[in-house]
Each structure stands twice: as structure tokens, then as C-alpha cells.
């Protein structure tokens, strides 16, 4: 499965855009990229996943440019609820999930 | 729809005692994963069952064991408890190939 790098922590205010970059220079044609949450004692919740392009739903966005080795994960005008850890995964769509390090997210007030 | 609820919330054993953790999963999924989270070490995938069988598997020692029942329930059994076995246990659940849904988790403690 392609491993993943991302930053460890990043800080925001509430109402602003944040950008979460992730690396994954060896996805494989087959490979999905799926962004997951989590909170402190809670177990991780899907935001979103995508293949190419751009998909958006309620929460966030997801830019994949052409060459795929590289993905965005975008939460417009956050706030203080959306500091948790964010988990960017790659791999086929199957239930065997390889979560890397995360990224810290922490929004001020 | 209910979640995906684990059972129990919390649990404090011993090194050598071995223990037993139950997952029922959302009505309607049939895939059930088990996922080990400390410190550490991260989220890392113990193993998944689908119609009772074992079709994923993480790399964790024979120790770690699951089972999957008719009704799609799961249980996790650590058998020779050591103290690294203190973590998170989470158990997700899916439709198979698409978003897992998470329990809130069993806290394991091992003095």
C-alpha cells in the first residue's frame, strides 16, 4: 500500500480555510485516497475520498491534481469543532485501512 | 440507524490474563475490522472478517485473535496480556470496499 506523508500539526482560526497537503508519490493506478478525522477517544469518522480531479461534499474538499501523487484535503471556514487529527490514506478500496502518522489540527478562537 | 457500539468501554487486566472484546457492527454490514491505536505506535489494522471468515490480517503476533458470528458480531481476543497491549481497540464496520464506520472504542489497561 503507498504510504503517505503529511504534515504533523497545523494551526488555524475559526472562519478560515485550511489546506492539508498529503504526499504519496508510489499510489498505484487501483488506489483511492480517503481522508478520515478523529477526535480524542473517539474512532476515526470518513470525510471524504476521491480518484481524480476535485470532490466535494458538506464538510470538505478534495483536490487530486493529474499525476496523483499528491492530494488536498480542504475544510472551509473551520472552527473550534474541527480540531482533531486528520488521517490521509491510500490504497484499493478494501477494509484493510493503513493509517500513517495523521496531521494535528488545532483552530483557535 | 445505530452505530457501530463495543463492549465494554473500559477494561483494566493483568499481564498473563487474557480478555475478550465484543463489536456489533451497523444492521446490514458484514465486514467487521479491528484496529489496535497507542501512542506510539498509531492506528494499525489488527485484522478484518467478512461472512465469518478472516480476509484481512494485520501484523500482529498469534495472540491477537478474532471471530465473526452469523449476525455479523465480532469479537477480539488478546490472550498473555502484556503491559503493550494497553491501547484503543477500535472495530469498524462497512458495506465491504467502501467508508468504514468506527466504534467509539474499548480502552484496554494491562498492569
Known amino acids: 500500500l503507498a504510504k503517505t506523508t503529511q504534515p504533523i500539526s497545523m494551526d488555524s482560526y475559526e472562519g478560515q480555510e485550511v489546506n492539508i497537503t498529503c504526499s504519496h508519490n508510489?499510489?498505484?493506478?487501483?488506489?483511492?485516497i480517503t481522508w478520515y478525522q478523529q477526535f480524542p477517544s473517539q474512532g476515526p469518522r470518513f470525510i471524504i475520498q476521491g480518484y481524480k480531479t476535485k470532490v466535494t461534499n458538506e464538510v470538505a474538499s478534495l483536490f487530486i491534481p493529474a499525476d496523483r501523487k499528491s492530494s488536498t484535503l480542504s475544510l472551509p471556514r473551520v472552527s473550534l469543532s474541527d480540531t482533531a487529527v486528520y488521517y490521509c490514506?491510500?490504497?484499493?478500496?478494501?477494509?484493510?485501512?493503513?493509517f500513517g502518522t495523521g496531521t494535528r489540527l488545532q483552530v483557535f478562537p | 440507524k445505530a452505530g457501530v457500539t463495543q463492549t465494554p468501554r473500559y477494561l483494566i487486566k493483568t499481564r498473563g490474563q487474557q480478555v475478550t472484546l465484543s463489536c456489533s457492527p451497523i444492521?446490514?454490514?458484514?465486514?467487521v475490522s479491528w484496529y489496535q491505536q497507542t501512542p506510539g505506535q498509531g492506528l494499525q489494522f489488527l485484522f478484518e472478517?467478512?461472512?465469518?471468515?478472516?480476509?484481512n490480517k494485520g501484523n500482529f503476533p498469534g495472540r491477537f485473535s478474532g471471530r465473526q458470528f452469523s449476525n455479523s458480531r465480532s469479537e477480539m481476543n488478546v490472550s498473555t496480556l502484556e503491559l503493550g497491549d494497553s491501547a484503543l481497540y477500535l472495530c469498524?464496520?462497512?458495506?465491504?470496499?467502501?467508508?468504514?464506520?468506527f466504534g467509539p472504542g474499548t480502552r484496554l489497561t494491562v498492569l
Open positions: 469498524a464496520s462497512s458495506l465491504t470496499g467502501s467508508e468504514q464506520f
Open positions: 508510489n499510489i498505484a493506478t487501483n488506489d483511492y
Open positions: 490514506l491510500v490504497g484499493p478500496n478494501t477494509d484493510k485501512l493503513i
Open positions: 444492521s446490514g454490514h458484514r465486514s
Open positions: 472478517y467478512f461472512s465469518e471468515t478472516q480476509r
